[in-house]
């Protein structure tokens, strides 16, 4: 049995001990789930789209019957606040300060429209409210056009810039509500003659967040890269090198030689899995908790079926070298055609054929399934059934075809 | 089958082919307990593959082997616990430590030395936290040689163990070699190096070409070329008349290149004949030398090539 443990250690010591296999075991994964959260990490987190948008209300006269730039400047103060308790308001709202020449403040929010700090620039002009009153004035939307002096509520935004456009179409379809509504009040508004408009609730957003998502499709492609690459790397290099062969004058046999490496490369899984979760957890606040029976299995099931695809390779490669190349040309259609980084339902037919076919697609579905972070289209026996095959084939092959010492 | 008192191991017609190649054609051979017995031969001869069937890592196409008192097809597990194995050309995993290089190969036997006690067998105690890609050529070696005793085993095989060594490093070697018969081990060595035959064997077993062509111990085989002395010189543009003319002398001439060498059973008269021939065909003698018969001539003799050729 402890020839068995210290083999499991030397391969554990090799493997973080050499560079490059601590890049692919390591430092890859941390890599590309950095870069995968940082880049689509917003998506999915409810509340925390947020435009900022400076406002200025010069329509502070006190000789209207009703104050519609205050109202309005009340309105966006309110989105402005958030809304749930710890969640981004949709707006951040910039006003002048106490004191602050409005101008200057219209000339500086303009400025920074300029250079993509600002989403939009509200500005309601003065008199505005005696405009509604008379004529029930609409708003006119301008670009980047300097300070109307006309009666009309500018809003500036900046073209090509998507947040500033998404947010102008947001604050115009907020000021055509408030004019629906003031028409609504004064009379002038023919609720028979308008076009009929309803919007219907189809439940919650997604509480799923992204890197929630993304954690265990990470694991699984730490687990799958280090075993692609490690396990045909490890036997071919070591039989090609002539460590292998020492073992074989000893009383160890290939089985137990097999049984220390794998239990080493399970333990490299579970230093992966627990350093991506903290940095899940901590770096990117994942919520999603692994310890369950249901996970770990999974996550045991797909580590010994990747363990099983690199003895595949290595008992079909001649050399080291070439197996590194098989491994290199299945890696990335592997990993990238079974939904491990993105959801896969969208993708053409011949590509889905690949996903159908591919253990990870059914691994990475069992694992979030698991989780209760979606709800699957594979079948539960599918989702086991599939990667035993695998592993069934795997080992048939690798048990007739390995060759664990080099030919005269 | 008990084990006969004297006798270790007991090889019968062993057979390994590959493809057209006889490797190894059917030979048989004895190795007494508490000896050095070496398998001498060039490179090619078939050593390492006879090695390589006693040691476990290849079946032999027929045969039998008879270990410890036990005949076997192929080496077994409990075999395997008695023997230590230094291969002519295996490594280590680069990135390990040479002491849990040691810890490992212990960890494979049912019984071990302790780990201190290997590593300064083989002079390693200082180097036991190097890694063992930063080791020399002679410390991987000696590394070798230490995870080969790591269980203290009664047989040991040394396939070439000196060869790529620098001159210090292959004394040591032969001193290690020496200590361990001392200590009652039996050793299976093959080497091609004729000096290094008759220093450490107390048997040599001669291979070419797959078979055994001579065996005994290495005065018995310089014995069997008879009472002739060698005389060796250097004669260069030496023409093949002279060669003839030499062989007329009624001694057993060779020529290797520039080397001359002659058996002789009387050297006196031997000796007068050369010097004035050498005088006569105006051909200088240079580096002669005389020498009793060693383990080289006993194959140059029989195969009319040297050992490194």
Not at chain 1, 303 to 320: C, D, E, N
Not at chain 2, 231 to 243: D, G, K, N, R, Y
Not at chain 2, 301 to 309: A, C, D, I, P, V
């Amino acid at each position: 049995m402890t020839g068995i443990l210290l083999v499991a250690r030397t391969h554990l010591f090799t493997a973080f001990r050499e560079r490059i296999t601590l890049f692919w075991v390591l430092i890859f994964p941390i890599f590309i789930f950095t870069i995968l959260a940082l880049i689509f990490g917003r998506i999915g987190q409810e509340g925390e789209i947020n435009f900022s948008v400076g406002l200025v209300n010069f329509d502070t006269e006190a000789t209207a019957a009703w104050e519609f730039g205050t109202m309005i400047e009340e309105l966006f103060e309110e989105l402005g606040a958030p809304q749930i308790e710890g969640k981004e308001p949709l707006f951040t709202l910039s006003q002048p300060e106490g004191g602050e020449d409005p101008e200057a403040f219209v000339a500086r929010e303009q400025e920074a429209l300029r250079r993509g700090q600002r989403a939009a620039v509200i500005v309601i002009p003065e008199g505005f409210s005696r405009r509604i009153e008379q004529r029930f004035a609409p708003a006119v939307v301008s670009t980047d056009s300097p300070s109307s002096t006309s009666e009309a509520l500018t809003i500036h935004y900046s073209e090509g810039n998507p947040s500033s456009e998404i947010a102008t179409g947001i604050i115009e379809q907020i000021l055509a509500g408030v004019d629906r509504e003031i028409l609504k009040r004064t009379g002038r508004f023919d609720e028979e003659a308008a076009v009929p408009t309803e919007t219907v609730w189809v439940g919650e957003a997604s509480e799923i967040r992204y890197v929630d998502f993304l954690l265990p499709g990470i694991i699984l492609m730490a687990f799958f890269t280090s075993c692609l690459f490690g396990i045909p790397a490890t036997i071919l290099f070591s039989r090609d090198q002539k460590v292998l062969r020492r073992y074989w004058v000893t009383p160890l046999s290939v089985p137990r030689y097999l049984a220390g490496l794998s239990i080493g490369h399970i333990v490299v899984g579970l230093i992966q899995c627990v350093l991506l979760i903290l940095l899940g957890k901590y770096g990117f606040g994942a919520s999603v908790s692994f310890v369950a029976l249901q996970p770990v299995a999974f996550l045991l099931l797909a580590q010994i079926t990747f363990m099983a695809f690199g003895f595949l390779i290595a008992s079909i490669a001649k050399t080291a070298n070439s197996g590194m190349a098989i491994a290199n040309v299945i890696n990335m259609p592997m990993m990238f055609l079974s939904g491990l980084f993105f959801p896969v339902a969208g993708l053409p037919l011949f590509l889905k054929a690949i996903v159908y076919a591919n253990p990870v697609s059914y691994l990475a579905e069992g694992v979030r399934t698991s989780l209760g972070i979606e709800a699957g289209i594979f079948s539960t026996p599918l989702v086991v059934g599939i990667p035993l095959a695998w592993i069934a084939l795997s080992i048939g092959v690798a048990s007739r075809k390995l060759r664990w010492d080099v030919e005269r | 089958m008990a084990e006969e008192n004297g006798t270790l191991m007991r090889v019968s017609d062993l057979k390994k082919n590959y493809g057209e190649v006889h490797a190894v054609d059917e030979i048989s051979f004895t190795v007494p307990r508490a000896s050095v017995f070496t398998i001498l031969g060039p490179n090619g001869a078939g050593k390492t593959t006879t090695l390589e069937i006693l040691e476990g890592i290849r079946e032999p196409d027929s045969g039998e082997i008879e270990v410890f008192g036990v005949r076997l097809r192929r080496v077994d597990r409990a075999t395997k616990e008695r023997m230590g194995v230094l291969l002519q050309d295996g490594n280590f995993e680069p990135y390990l430590r040479v002491k849990e290089v040691v810890q490992l190969f212990a960890a494979f036997f049912p019984k071990a030395l302790p780990i201190d006690d290997v590593l300064s067998r083989v002079a390693l105690k200082d180097k036991a936290n190097a890694m063992i890609k930063t080791l020399s050529g002679g410390q991987k070696q000696r590394l070798a040689v230490g995870v080969a005793l790591v269980n203290d085993p009664e047989l040991i095989f040394l396939d070439e163990p000196t060869t790529g060594l620098d001159p210090q490093a292959r004394r040591n070697m032969w001193t290690i070699v020496t200590d361990l018969k001392g200590q009652g081990k039996t050793i299976i060595l093959t080497t091609h190096y004729m000096e290094e035959a008759e220093a450490l064997s107390d048997y040599v077993c001669i291979m070419d070409y797959g078979v055994i062509i001579a065996e005994g111990s290495p005065r018995q085989l310089a014995a069997g070329l008879g009472q002739e002395t060698i005389i060796e010189f250097s004669a260069p543009a030496l023409q093949e008349e002279h060669v003839n003319q030499l062989e007329g002398y009624g001694v057993a001439a060779r020529t290797d290149g520039e080397i001359v060498t002659l058996e002789t059973e009387d050297l006196v008269r031997t000796m007068e004949e050369l010097l004035s021939w050498s005088r006569e065909q105006k051909v200088p003698l240079k580096n002669m030398a005389v020498r009793q018969p060693n383990l080289e001539d006993v194959f140059l003799s029989l195969t009319g090539r040297r050992l490194r050729e």
